[in-house]
């Protein structure tokens, strides 16, 4: 293809549209350092506030919580790469609550997959880690190899979890990310009531 065929010319992107990216992303990189310590911060401190005077049960269903919270945010950042948009702006154009939403999930899709992956997935993680080290603190006996299993445990379940989690979000990514736009939908709709 030559240089003067306007096909060519199209998809050739400017130095300055490369230089607007790169600031661009590493504007969003230094926003999501406060951000990550926020939430990392809240998290934390909920389930460690979670786990005091609380019973074994109880403790392992934090744990369980903590887990699946990461999946499930993984499942979406996963699904914001697969789905479509032009269902959903057949939607919007019928005035469905959420449709409008979820467009914005999609033409954010790199921004939301990193934060639901990177920054919410990856606090998770760590968040359960923690919270199985409480656990086998409070064990009435201690055992090096049990407390080995445990953390093993919680680990298998994270990867073996988001792993599923990655097929089915592939499968019904339109479907994820509208009821992840329906959800917005509700709390910015609840937001406006209160107000």
């Not at 744990?63 to 699904?79: E, H, N, Q, R, S």
């Amino acid at each position: 293809m030559k240089d003067g065929d306007p096909v060519f010319e199209k998809t050739k992107k400017s130095p300055t549209s490369k230089k607007h990216t790169k600031k661009s992303n590493l504007s969003w990189a230094l926003w999501m350092l406060p951000v990550s310590f926020a939430l990392s911060f809240c998290f934390n401190g909920f389930a460690e506030y979670s786990l005091q005077g609380v019973g074994l049960v109880v403790a392992f269903f934090i744990l369980g919580l903590v887990v699946l919270l990461g999946i499930v945010f993984d499942i979406l950042g996963v699904a914001t790469t697969s789905a479509t948009d032009r269902p959903l702006h057949a939607m919007a154009a019928r005035r469905v609550n959420g449709a409008k939403e979820a467009i914005w999930l999609l033409q954010n899709t790199e921004k939301v997959a990193s934060f639901c992956n990177d920054v919410v997935g990856d606090i998770a993680s760590i968040i359960s880690g923690v919270t199985a080290a409480v656990i086998i603190t409070r064990l009435p006996f201690q055992n090096f190899w049990f407390s080995l299993t445990i953390t093993a445990l919680v680990a298998g379940f994270t990867v073996s979890g988001k792993a599923l989690g990655k097929g089915v979000a592939v499968t019904y990514s339109n479907n994820i990310v509208f009821a992840a736009g329906k959800t917005i939908y509700f709390f910015k709709y609840l937001f406006k009531r209160k107000k």
